[in-house]
């Protein structure tokens, strides 16, 4: 019989833990001394707590700091422990970042090199009753990845350092959007457990929508227990226990909830949860939630392509989606308040799904907990971003007990709605000039289409695999064709205009995007040039896209004016930021039931940066978001292009039909004028699309720098569409007053339009950075008014440029 003990090594348990650099580039004074550590934590933020070391977001920190990556760390705890009479002492490491070698009061446990799984010494015998010390040694992860690369050769890879050389977070080492802040460190719980007989090893409790909750338990045994264990199951209600004979490691037990309610993801139902407790003998026992749904993955070739139909409970679901980064750079600073936080980002946006992407981590139970009750669907790469790894050992062996272990870990979570093997790779190696360098070496193929879907067929055969992403679910068609499976955008925003977006009708979306500066209080807490420029020093620190700002202002095109100070580039480029990626949404939400779905990069960021990123690394939601939340709607109308012609689109993406009167107001810009006018009655069936061809009186314009089309519907819901840019659009410089009002909680600027007042926006953080706004991004006809209500801050005696700004301001 087991009596589970635990001893908590981690800072909140108790356990005092140093750091100390050993050896490499460290300035003068710090090899060998020892500074406070906080377990879970990284060395960089360990060393910032001691005030060893600037900011590493601030100004040009960032490179100033590199050594880190480069010198060998020791972290060491002294600990007592009581002898509790069990047989068995295990060193339980959750994780190890990443090449580390591990000693227990003198004696090498072992050494890992990934940071991606747990690891658990036997350390019986090695524990002593009374004091012992722990210390455990990093490698500097840049100076360790290089080694591996001159030890076992090298294979193609995005960005400076060879990150694939490592199972390490590949985004630590930097990427297009993230700084180079290769760390270390104990950055997961670790702990001491004493048992005796058998314990739990791991628990895969898979719940369908019959009902039905098969959970998988694993147990490991001491080679002297005697007895039968009893493990027990308790579901919703439902009891059921299995006897395991002593040595036998699985044990499969079947509960059966009767009258289940369904777990649906956000917009198609609610989100029941059921708590799961499994015992062995009554002592060991663990505690989880499940949601009994099913999801399937239809990909059957049909006469257009190859479709990318996620379903829940048998329901097709209309994917409206956003990638999902690491939300800090130091991950360790993450917890339960800033997952919700920023999931519940997505919720208020109107997403369904958040795609965990390849170059991050598997994250923590907090962040799919999150999702299981508010009803985001999980798509989950595996870790590989863009680059070719090897498939020799030892990288194959740590990769599939990498996966094993996120598979079971992750599999219970009623939100995990695709694994996907990879980022990039495949159309990396078919279109990046891999080949040559490769030599007909094995690139990581053997990962995504013979190992993964491996793994996930035994471990979680309830949930979907995809390859990759993008990928075409065909070996003999291009990865990256809009016509099958997932597609990424990237020619819009690197090389060609947004309104490309409408030359692909792509089966659906799992990466496009556009970049935009963060907002102007996140952006100058990191950025101190003078004067402020596009092209300072420190503001390109903080642009980590190849010639990012260049894009920026190439990307702006005809669309809008260019800009005559800094004040101007950054609300120009904010506001071209949310009308690229709206552009794309529209366009393919018109294309249903032939597009299924997008996935927007990306929602997050992980410091302060100009980025693809809909919410900044403050957590203040950019003019995108807003963009997003109106585009990403239940229920959407969109002006498009038909055949030289325009055409209402509606996509009602909810349970109910939708009818409504649609009135369409052919205006002037400049005046109180309606030239125009035509009405339809709009009748869309549930989860279902609708085209309206309007007529010639209102399509065509007479002026068309004087006019736009106004589409309303009786119950609420707009669209606009212009015949011109906004750089020939006559825009009243006058189009509108504002009045401020204070309120309980903060203050209310009300704005009345006497014209046009196109794409109003507030940015209340310009005098306060605490400061939040409701809204964004707002038309008002002539006669129409809109309130902002802004919290955290108090009123201002008036608002005016640069605090309130609309593309009138820009025109004119």
């Not at 779905?597 to 919410?615: K, R, T, Y």
Request: glycine fraction near 8%; proline fraction near 5%; hydrophobic fraction near 40%.
């Amino acid at each position: 019989m087991t009596s589970l003990k635990t001893l908590d090594l981690t800072t909140d348990g108790g356990a005092d833990w140093t750091v100390q650099a050993v050896e490499g580039p460290a300035p003068d004074g710090l090899i060998g001394r020892a500074v406070a550590a906080t377990v879970p934590g990284e060395v960089h933020t360990d060393l910032l707590a001691a005030g060893e070391i600037p900011d590493p977001f601030d100004g040009d920190n960032e490179s100033k700091l590199h050594w880190i990556g480069r010198t060998r760390w020791s972290y060491t705890s002294r600990f007592h422990w009581v002898a509790d009479g069990n047989d068995r002492q295990e060193l339980v490491a959750e994780g190890l970042d990443t090449v580390a070698t591990v000693t227990l009061n003198g004696q090498e446990l072992g050494r890992t090199a990934n940071q991606h799984r747990s690891y658990r010494f036997d350390v019986t015998g090695v524990l002593v009753a009374g004091d012992n010390e722990l210390v455990i040694e990093f490698d500097g992860p840049v100076t360790a990845a290089e080694a591996e690369r001159a030890k076992v050769g090298s294979w193609p890879h995005t960005n400076l350092h060879p990150y694939n050389e490592l199972r390490k977070m590949a985004s630590n080492f930097g990427w297009d959007w993230g700084p180079d802040v290769a760390t270390a460190g104990v950055w997961r719980p670790i702990r001491i457990e004493s048992w005796s007989g058998v314990r739990i090893s791991s628990v895969r409790p898979l719940a369908s929508a019959d009902g039905v909750l098969n959970t998988h338990v694993s147990l490991v045994w001491t080679d002297t227990a005697a007895s039968y264990a009893t493990v027990t199951v308790e579901v919703g209600g439902t009891t059921q226990s299995a006897s395991v004979k002593p040595g036998w490691d699985t044990v499969v037990v079947t509960n059966t909830v009767p009258e289940v309610d369904l777990w649906w993801p956000r917009g198609y139902g609610e989100q029941p949860l059921y708590d799961v407790t499994v015992t062995v003998n009554e002592d060991d026992d663990w505690h989880g939630r499940v949601g009994f749904r099913n999801i399937t993955l239809n990909v059957a070739p049909d006469n257009d392509g190859t479709p990318f139909v996620l379903s829940v409970n048998g329901k097709p679901v209309y994917v409206r989606g956003a990638n999902w980064i690491p939300d800090s750079a130091f991950v360790t600073r993450l917890d339960a308040s800033t997952y919700r936080s920023s999931i519940e980002d997505a919720v208020d946006a109107g997403m369904n799904l958040l795609r965990v992407w390849g170059g991050g981590i598997y994250e923590s139970e907090d962040f799919y907990d999150v999702c299981d009750e508010l009803g985001i669907l999980v798509w989950q790469d595996f870790l590989f971003a863009c680059a070719a790894y090897s498939e020799e050992e030892p990288l194959w062996s740590e990769v599939e007990a990498e996966a094993r272990e996120a598979v079971t870990r992750l599999s219970k979570h009623a939100s995990l709605a695709v694994w996907n093997g990879n980022n990039e790779n495949i159309w990396g190696y078919v279109e990046w000039s891999w080949r040559v360098p490769l030599a007909g070496k094995p690139w990581g193929a053997g990962y995504y289409l013979d190992l993964l879907p491996r793994v996930v067929a035994e471990l979680d055969p309830r949930t979907p695999y995809s390859a990759g992403s993008p990928y075409s679910f065909d070996q003999f068609i291009h990865p990256n064709d809009d016509r099958h499976g997932t597609m990424h955008i990237w020619d819009v925003w690197n090389q060609v205009d947004y309104t490309t977006y409408r030359k692909y009708k792509p089966r659906f979306v799992s990466e496009f995007g556009f970049q935009g500066p963060p907002a102007w209080s996140t952006l100058t807490s990191v950025v101190h040039d003078t004067p402020l420029d596009p092209y300072g020093s420190q503001m390109l620190v903080h642009q980590k896209a190849f010639e990012g700002n260049l894009k920026l202002e190439r990307g702006v095109g005809d669309h809008l004016p260019v800009w005559k100070n800094i004040d101007d580039w950054h609300w120009t480029t904010q506001l071209n930021q949310a009308r690229a990626v709206a552009y794309g949404i529209e366009h393919f939400r018109s294309l249903f039931p032939l597009n299924t779905g997008a996935v927007v990069w990306q929602l997050n960021d992980n410091w302060p940066v100009v980025s693809w990123a809909a919410v900044d690394g403050h957590g203040i939601r950019k003019p995108l978001w807003y963009a997003l939340k109106r585009v990403y709607a239940d229920r959407l109308l969109t002006v498009q292009p038909r055949d030289n012609a325009l055409v209402v689109a509606a996509h009602n993406d909810t349970d109910t039909a939708w009818t409504t009167v649609v009135t369409v107001n052919r205006r002037s810009t400049l005046h109180d004028h309606v030239l125009t006018q035509e009405t339809f009655t709009l009748e869309v069936a549930a989860r279902s699309a609708f085209v309206h061809d309007l007529g010639e009186s209102v399509a065509v314009a007479g002026t068309p720098s004087e006019e736009y089309l106004e589409v309303r519907t009786a119950d609420g819901v707009t669209a606009y569409s212009y015949f011109v840019e906004d750089t020939e659009l006559q825009l009243a410089a006058d189009a509108y007053t504002a009045t401020v009002a204070a309120t309980e909680d903060g203050y209310d600027v009300t704005v009345t339009a006497t014209a046009l007042a196109k794409d109003l926006a507030l940015f209340p953080d310009r005098l306060d950075a605490a400061a939040r706004v409701d809204s964004c991004l707002v038309t008002l006809s002539a006669g129409e008014t809109h309130t902002f209500h802004v919290t955290n801050a108090s009123a201002p005696d008036q608002v005016a440029v640069p605090v309130l700004r609309s593309a009138n301001d820009l025109v004119n």
